[in-house]
């Protein structure tokens, strides 16, 4: 191995330059690394954190912590609008939720900047914690003078006799 060091290197010098010459056989797939589908898994929270994912769990499954760092870029060039709002609630555990604003309310007529969340649960695992997920996801990325009316909950079951069920939260 020849050497750019002058002929009075150090020990230490000789010795750095050695362990340094290797550095470009190491192989680093940087371009796998800011891909959501091929990152290792063990690199996922710091990809999360470079592409500022605004809601992040560690106990999520490995396939759900991919496709939140692959939605996150388009959430965030869209944030504040009704269209990000839907996407990042399914994404944060809700498959079939939409959302109704204010000019939009079939009943009645809302107040302005005023919208509500309707998720339907057949077929979905809502509990607490999900729920909790949803509201805070949905705080994130509303705009910041719109105001959530009602997360509601719609469960449809079909038997003999139809029965139809509909739980509302209030914020």
């Not at 870029?73 to 939409?98: D, E, F, M, Q, Y």
């Not at 057949?122 to 990325?141: C, F, K, M, Q, S």
Request: net charge negative.
């Amino acid at each position: 191995m020849s050497s750019l060091l002058p002929p009075n290197a150090s020990p230490q010098e000789l010795a750095l330059e050695q362990t340094t010459s290797r550095i470009g056989a190491v192989s680093v797939p940087v371009g796998s690394l800011w891909s959501p589908q091929n990152c290792p898994a063990t690199l996922l929270p710091w990809l999360a954190w470079a592409l500022s994912v605004d809601d992040w769990n560690v106990d999520w499954p490995e396939s759900i912590k991919r496709a939140v760092i692959a939605e996150s870029l388009s959430v965030h060039a869209r944030k504040g609008t009704p269209w990000a709002l839907r996407r990042a609630i399914v994404l944060a555990g809700a498959p079939n939720a939409r959302v109704e604003e204010w000019f939009d309310y079939p009943d009645v007529a809302g107040e302005p900047y005023h919208f509500r969340v309707i998720v339907d649960i057949e077929g979905a695992e809502i509990d607490a914690h999900t729920e909790g997920r949803i509201l805070r996801t949905i705080d994130t990325v509303k705009n910041c003078r719109s105001q959530l009316d009602a997360l509601e909950y719609n469960l449809s079951v079909s038997g003999a006799v139809p029965v139809f069920a509909l739980s509302l939260q209030s914020s």
